[in-house]
Nanobody, 128 residues
Framework: QVLLVESGGGLVQGGGSLRLSCGDS????????MGWFRQAPGKEREFVAA????????YYVDSAEGRFTISRDNAKNTLYLQMNSLKPEDTAVYYC?????????????????????WGQGTQVTVSS
């Protein structure tokens, strides 16, 4: 069992920045491919970004490319999502997720069903 806990959400003006963090108290996070998803009110959960176990590979949804950066520090057992140039449409609950799968196929990375463990989510609200 991997218990993930996100932090760092909040209210920010459009154009601002936030950094989300995700940790695991059992220090097993380094064993998993990790991802960030988000869910806005009335919408389905959406893939945002993924990172390989070593951190050498990343993948982003088009709307996040160039604005968001996913990273991890396995020594600190922490996953990050640096979000810059935030827009009101980025408003959502953001979730970190861990996958025990090894495939780097994009069709696999973006599917929520391919992730095994989830955090409780952290709210990000971007005002216009």
């Amino acid at each position: 069992q991997v218990l993930l806990v996100e932090s760092g959400g909040g209210l920010v003006q459009g154009g601002g920045s936030l950094r989300l963090s995700c940790g695991d108290s059992e220090r097993r996070l380094k064993n998993y491919r990790m991802g960030w998803f988000r869910q806005a009110p009335g919408k389905e959960r959406e893939f945002v970004a993924a990172i390989s176990r070593s951190g050498d590979m990343t993948y982003y949804v088009d709307s996040a490319e160039g604005r968001f950066t996913i990273s991890r520090d396995n020594a600190k057992n922490t996953l990050y999502l640096q979000m810059n140039s935030l827009k009101p449409e980025d408003t959502a609950v953001y979730y970190c997720a861990a996958s025990d799968k090894f495939s780097w196929r994009q069709s696999i990375l973006v599917q929520a069903s391919n992730y095994d463990y989830w955090g409780q989510g952290t709210q990000v609200t971007v005002s216009s």
